[in-house]
Each structure stands twice: as structure tokens, then as C-alpha cells.
């Protein structure tokens, strides 16, 4: 699986992202002639109309999609969203380099990251209102801010990381300019990201400070560059909000967003995830040891929480616009996830199950049976996530509403 992966894998990863970028191009290009039904229904016509012909600059894509259009070059758009689809590839295959150290081969690491973004939840009917509606997934191909947002933020991420991680010894004007811009750009796309992941940026920071005794005022030049995100989701909320005759805002409402298309939210969340939940269960010992583990799963908790607490004012109420930074947060648990399961399953075909030396013979056989027979299941559970995503994407493709009632 790793470095002894054979020259053909080198090939056929890059033929696969293609394939996967050739199908979303041409997804867009259907998404974008939408006016009404249930085939091949988006919300990319209504982020179009409201860029075009409201002037509404409440995203990044706002900015693409008028460029586009006064320069007569709409068409075009298919194209860069397929882009989109592609970079959040790349950038969660850079994300697992990091998170192995580079041990993997790059082949290897292109067809976990394409893994990654087609994964959905585990579907089963009379749950949820359908396979998209009320469950919780990171693979979601209609939304045009939300396409933007997750590429952006894994490339956020890969950056912050690589700086936190030596934060003790240094910190660059050269890093922190560079972080400080792409993070604001990508609460440009979507304040969604920066929701999720900034109280655990500053959670981590303060471990810095304590455990790794980082100069203070480091710390604080490099907290610092949240504050053009800061300005930034003030300008998008008075663009969104400014003028509205309808209340509008956020409340406190628990479970009001979360539930508006389940009765089974408990159920729904477990399956939504449920490969990165048996896999933390194994590894549950290690989450403090392993930072990339850590981060991910106190980013999912922080989305999550804030999902199921708040929710919209108004028409816009049950729409559940606050789920899109839980939403990424999961392709980070599931990258953390894969990571350690494949781990465990090479350190059983080379080397056997070293945790239980030291116990007797007897006891240590049963519980290398129990481990790998654990493992199995959970593979078995990663290709359900597999199976539902590849069907749904594939349904899609063939004009069926994301929505997918029932």
C-alpha cells in the first residue's frame, strides 16, 4: 500500500481524479440550465441570479461568477467548478501526506483523497427524508459556495498545521502573511469553515502555550490573523441581512435546523459517520497523543454543536445553513479515520498485533482475532459510506435531485 505500490497505480490515480473532474464539469454545465423541477436540481442558478442580477457579494464566487459574466464568458463556470471538485482532491491528498509523513505513495494517497470526496452516509430509508436530506455528509456537489469553501479550507488547514506544529521554535512573517490571506479568502467563500475550525485553532495554541511553553507573544502575532476574517463575515452578513423587511439572524433553537428532516437524529448522526466513530472507539486512548486525530474531532465537535444549537430567523429558518461547517469537518474525520484503519490493517499483514505483548499467549492470540475481526467490519462499514456515495453521485450524474426524497 505504501511506497512498493506498483508504477501503474501512478497512472490510474490521475486517470480517476480526471474521470471524477470530466463527471462534475459536466454535473455543473446540467445544474446550471435548472429553472424548475426535480431533475437536476441545484442551487447554483439561484447563486447566479443573485450575483448577476442582484449584485448580492456575499461570496467569493459572487466576484467569479459577474467577471464571467460581463466578460460573456458564463460557460466557463462548469469548468472552474469542476476545478473546485478537483483541488479538494489534491488538497486532501496533501492533507494525508502530512498526516503519514509522506510515507505513502502518491498514487495511493490521490485515490484515499478521491475516496474521501465521494463518501456519504450509510442510507437507510424511513431515517431521513431521503439520502441527502437529514443526514450529515462532506460530499456535496450543489451548492457553489460550498464547493469553494471545502478546498479552500483544506488547503487552510494543511497550512495552519504545518506552522502550529513548529510554533514554539518559529513563526515567519513570510507563513503568517500566507496563512493570514488564504484563511481570509476562504471565509470570502464561505464563513462556514472559519465557524468550525477557529475555536480549535486558538484551542490548540493555548496547548502550545502550555505543554510547549511557546513564546506568548508569538502566539498572539499569529492569533492575529483572524482579524480580516472577522471583518470579512461582518461585510457578508450586511450584504446578506442589510434591508430585510423579514426577521433574520440566528437564534439559540436546539435541534430546530438538525431535525427538520428526521425524527431520528440520533440514529442519523451515527450513521452519517459511523466509520470515523468505530475507529475512534479503537483508537479512543490515543486521540490526546494524535494531533491530527485531536484536531479533526474537536473541529466536528464545535460544527456540530453548532448545528444542532442554533438556527436562521425567518424564511430561512429550517434551510440549515448552519450545517455546512459540520459538513467539512467530516471529510477530516474520515481522513483521520482511513489513515488509522489502513494503518492497523498493514501493521497485521506485516508485522501482527504488537499491543498485546506482554500478555500470555492465549489471551494475546484472542484479542489479535478480536482486533482483526473488528477491523474487517469496520472496512466492511467503509464500503457501505463507499457504496452510497458512488450511488449517489452516480444518480446525480444521471439527473436525479440531490434532495433524493425518499
Same mark, same amino acid.
Not at 90 to 106: C, N, Q, S, V, Y
Not at 200 to 217: E, G, Q, R, T, W
Not at 264 to 291: G, K, Q
Given at each position: ?24 464539469i ?8 435548472w ?9 447554483l442558478?439561484?447563486?447566479?441570479s ?18 464571467l459574466?460581463?466578460?460573456g ?9 469542476g ?16 498526516m ?7 498514487g ?33 456537489w450543489?451548492n457553489?459556495?460550498?464547493l ?12 495552519y ?15 503568517? =502573511?500566507? *496563512?493570514t =490571506? ?5 471565509t470570502s467563500?464561505?464563513?462556514? *469553515? ?27 502575532? *499569529?492569533?492575529?490573523?483572524?482579524i ?12 446578506l441581512f ?12 436546539p ?5 427538520a ?35 479533526a ?26 450545517s ?16 488509522q ?9 506485516c ?19 478480536i ?13 457501505l459510506?463507499?457504496?452510497?456515495g ?5 444518480r ?8 433524493m426524497?425518499?
Amino acid at each position: 500500500m505504501y511506497k512498493k505500490a506498483s508504477s501503474a497505480l501512478k497512472y490510474i490515480a490521475p486517470a480517476l481524479v480526471l474521470i471524477y473532474t470530466g463527471c462534475c464539469i459536466f454535473l455543473y454545465y446540467r445544474f446550471m440550465a435548472w429553472e424548475s423541477g426535480s431533475v437536476y436540481e441545484s442551487d447554483l442558478p439561484a447563486h447566479i441570479s443573485l450575483a448577476v442580477n442582484d449584485r448580492m457579494y456575499y461570496s467569493l464566487i459572487s466576484f467569479i461568477i459577474i467577471g464571467l459574466d460581463k466578460a460573456g464568458a458564463m460557460m466557463a463556470l462548469p469548468v472552474i467548478l469542476g476545478g473546485f471538485a478537483a483541488l479538494s482532491v489534491f488538497f486532501a491528498g496533501r492533507l494525508i501526506d502530512e498526516m503519514t509523513g509522506h510515507k505513502w505513495a502518491p498514487g495511493v494517497s490521490l485515490i484515499a483523497a478521491l475516496l474521501l470526496n465521494v463518501l456519504m452516509p450509510i442510507y437507510i430509508r424511513g431515517l431521513s427524508d431521503g439520502r441527502y436530506m437529514g443526514m450529515h455528509s462532506s460530499s456535496i456537489w450543489h451548492n457553489s459556495t460550498y464547493l469553494m469553501m471545502k478546498w479552500m479550507g483544506l488547503w487552510t488547514l494543511l497550512i495552519y498545521l504545518r506552522i502550529e506544529k513548529n510554533i514554539s521554535e518559529k513563526l515567519t512573517v513570510k507563513s503568517y =502573511l500566507y *496563512f493570514t =490571506l488564504v484563511l481570509t479568502l476562504t471565509t470570502s467563500a464561505k464563513p462556514s *469553515f472559519f465557524l468550525a475550525a477557529a475555536p480549535v485553532m486558538l484551542v490548540f495554541l493555548i496547548i502550545d502555550l502550555v505543554k510547549k511553553n511557546a513564546p506568548v507573544l508569538r502566539l498572539l502575532i *499569529f492569533a492575529s490573523s483572524v482579524i480580516p476574517s472577522f471583518a470579512v463575515m461582518l461585510l457578508q452578513n450586511n450584504s446578506l441581512f442589510e434591508g430585510q423587511n423579514e426577521s433574520s439572524g440566528i437564534v439559540l433553537a436546539p435541534g430546530r435546523a438538525m431535525t427538520a428532516h428526521t425524527g431520528y437524529l440520533i440514529p442519523v448522526s451515527v450513521l452519517s459517520i459511523a466509520f470515523p466513530l468505530m475507529i475512534l472507539a479503537l483508537h479512543f486512548r490515543e486521540l490526546f497523543r494524535n494531533r491530527y486525530m485531536l484536531f479533526a474531532w474537536m473541529c466536528a465537535a464545535v460544527g456540530y454543536a453548532q448545528y444542532f444549537l442554533f438556527s436562521e430567523e425567518g424564511a430561512r429558518a429550517l434551510d440549515g445553513n448552519l450545517s455546512w461547517g459540520y459538513a467539512f469537518t467530516i471529510i477530516l474525520v474520515f481522513g483521520t479515520a482511513l489513515v488509522q484503519w489502513l494503518g492497523d490493517m498493514k501493521l497485521f499483514a506485516c508485522k501482527g498485533d504488537d499491543v498485546t505483548k506482554g500478555a500470555d499467549v492465549k489471551s494475546a492470540g484472542t484479542s489479535s482475532v478480536i482486533k482483526k475481526v473488528y477491523l474487517v467490519l469496520c472496512g466492511s462499514v467503509l464500503l457501505l459510506h463507499a457504496y452510497c456515495g458512488l450511488l449517489f453521485f452516480i444518480r446525480l450524474l444521471q439527473g436525479v435531485s440531490y434532495m433524493m426524497w425518499g
